[in-house]
């Protein structure tokens, strides 16, 4: 039997993310500089019909979230998954941790980051299948990016993509989105996530960057089909906190 992979398309991003943890650059308050940002946390859900799975984590920019210079990010993820093996329906747990240093460039409506560090994934399923060649503790390498740009006043494009060692693994997405009511971003979306056995795609539509005080959440929302001929809707949540910034009155939402 070939292994089964798991696609979690809120880890980067959000991220692996994904609800994407990255946002456009800002100014800083002047004179303010006492309150400049270094540290969001992020935490999200994802679930399909065959999968649900939570993550969560943090970011810290050594030079202020909206500046130039390394970065840290630290992502815990866990979840349950299905798939048949055979005859026989096997559920499978997986837990997982990421520790991965960075750059980050911000310019005027653009920013990008990368990043490259240790993947560990666990990988248990009910019952036994020793067909599953990623059951048990493995240890790798993760690297990807995230890109943020504004082309337009009201409109944006975001991409983001990792990739793993561990059973050659990768996630990806892309959005667009235009600015309603300067309170969100409203768009489609696309994801593709798999290794070299297993591909699952995912079409659909997000709402980014509603913002309350130094909380901003995104939703998404749409339908995923696979190369196992398994379709049907997903949806997922995330959310960004941060705890040394509040958003002044009258400010624009910030996109993450």
Not at 81 to 108: C, D, F, H, K, V
Not at 221 to 230: E, L, S, V
Request: net charge positive; proline share 5%; aromatic share 14%.
């Amino acid at each position: 039997m070939r292994r089964v992979v798991v696609c979690v398309a809120a880890v980067w991003a959000a991220g692996l993310g994904c609800c994407s943890v990255s946002q456009p650059a800002r100014a800083e308050a002047a004179g303010d500089a006492a309150a400049v940002a270094h540290l969001l946390f992020f935490s999200g859900a994802d679930i399909w019909r065959n999968g649900a799975f939570t993550h969560g984590g943090f970011l810290w920019s050594y030079q202020g979230l909206n500046q130039d210079g390394p970065v840290f990010k630290l992502l815990l993820n866990g979840g349950l998954y299905r798939y048949r093996s055979g005859t026989t329906e096997i559920t499978g747990r997986q837990a997982m941790g990421a520790a991965l240093p960075g750059w980050r460039w911000n310019r005027p409506g653009f920013e990008l980051t990368v990043f490259g560090g240790l993947d560990v994934q666990d990988h248990r399923t009910l019952p036994d299948d020793p067909g599953n060649r990623l059951r048990g503790t493995r240890l790798g390498a993760r690297g990807g990016f995230d890109v943020w740009y504004e082309p337009l006043r009201d409109g944006m494009v975001t991409a983001s993509a990792s990739l793993s060692t561990v059973g050659k693994s990768y996630w990806t997405r892309a959005a667009a989105g235009w600015r309603f009511f300067d309170m969100i971003w409203l768009g489609p979306e696309f994801l593709a996530c798999g290794d070299d056995t297993y591909r699952q795609l995912r079409f659909g539509a997000h709402v980014t960057s509603f913002r309350l005080s130094s909380y901003e959440f995104s939703v998404g929302a749409g339908w995923a089909t696979d190369t196992d001929r398994r379709s049907g809707a997903y949806g997922r949540i995330g959310m960004i906190y941060r705890p040394f910034e509040r958003a002044p009155q009258n400010e624009k939402p910030v996109p993450f």
